[in-house]
């Protein structure tokens, strides 16, 4: 059974920064793009970042510059780099990660999310 667990959110001061992790756990084969999501009070749920396998990146105009997305395959797991941040960044934050379990060509990939970690900036 796969799990994705995030980690890493807290309160922070504006302008401080957080790490937030995502890690995957179980019968893995491979995982493939992931995305950052983050949902305030109130909100949609939206998306954040994505990284394909091979690290190609994407982010959210508004937050190019200050969030950072990456990844350790050998450790099945995604980051989350966030500075300066402010209070509008305030949200639970989700990963959300395509996983095969089998060893298929090609790969037969599933959607797993995490349950979110909190963040809140405030002073």
């Known amino acids: 059974q796969v799990q994705l667990v995030e980690s890493g959110g807290g309160l922070v001061q504006p302008g401080g920064s957080l790490r937030l992790s995502c890690a995957a756990s179980?019968?893995?084969?491979?995982?493939?793009?992931v995305a950052w999501y983050r949902q305030a009070p109130g909100k949609q749920r939206e998306l954040v970042a994505t990284i394909t396998r091979l690290g190609t990146t994407n982010y959210r105009n508004s937050l190019k510059g200050r969030f950072t997305i990456s990844r350790d395959n050998a450790k099945n797991t995604v980051y989350l780099q966030m500075n300066s941040l402010k209070p509008e960044d305030t949200a639970v934050y989700y990963c959300?990660?395509?996983?095969?379990?089998?060893?298929?060509?090609?790969?037969?990939?599933?959607?797993?999310w995490g349950q979110g970690t909190p963040v809140t900036v405030s002073s």
């Open positions: 959300n990660a395509d996983i095969s379990t089998t060893l298929a060509v090609p790969a037969n990939y599933d959607d797993y």
């Open positions: 179980g019968s893995i084969f491979r995982i493939g793009a």
